[in-house]
């Protein structure tokens, strides 16, 4: 397959909805995803799979426990590892967030819970 680069406005400008990542690419085990996040999503963890979060454009609040130091505010071109095990609740401070996720392909986007917000077989960008 030929390599390809990718154009971050024209990979964010084709995601519709929002809290629903798109897989941009794999990398070994891992998978680089494109996500449009808007308000607050639900708390929740992963049991074996770090997450980096990276914010492209707008203003991303992670909410953390108090135990885990508290939440922590990102800027575009800012990013935040989120080890395994650890509560967490994105939450959009702006409109429109976009974010770049890394992380085990074999990650669930609502961690260990299952409902109406899980994606099961993500889409390829």
């Known amino acids: 397959m030929p390599l390809q680069k990718v ?15 798109k897989i941009g ?32 454009k707008g203003r991303l609040r992670m909410k953390l ?19 395994k095990g650890t509560e967490h609740c994105p939450s959009a401070l702006t409109e429109e967030v976009h974010c770049i996720l890394l992380e085990p392909n074999t ?3 609502t961690g260990n819970l299952v409902n109406h917000l899980t994606q099961e077989n993500l889409d390829r960008i």
């Open 7 to 21: 154009n971050l406005d024209t990979a964010f400008s084709s995601i519709a909805q929002f809290w629903s990542p």
């Open 25 to 56: 690419g794999d990398i070994n085990d891992a998978q680089l995803k494109l996500a449009k996040f808007s308000g607050s999503f639900l708390w929740h963890h992963h049991d074996n799979e770090d997450e980096l979060f990276l914010v492209i």
């Open 65 to 83: 426990k108090p135990e885990d130091g508290g939440d922590i505010d990102l800027e575009e071109g800012e990013y935040l590892i989120v080890p």
């Open 107 to 109: 990650t669930r986007n």
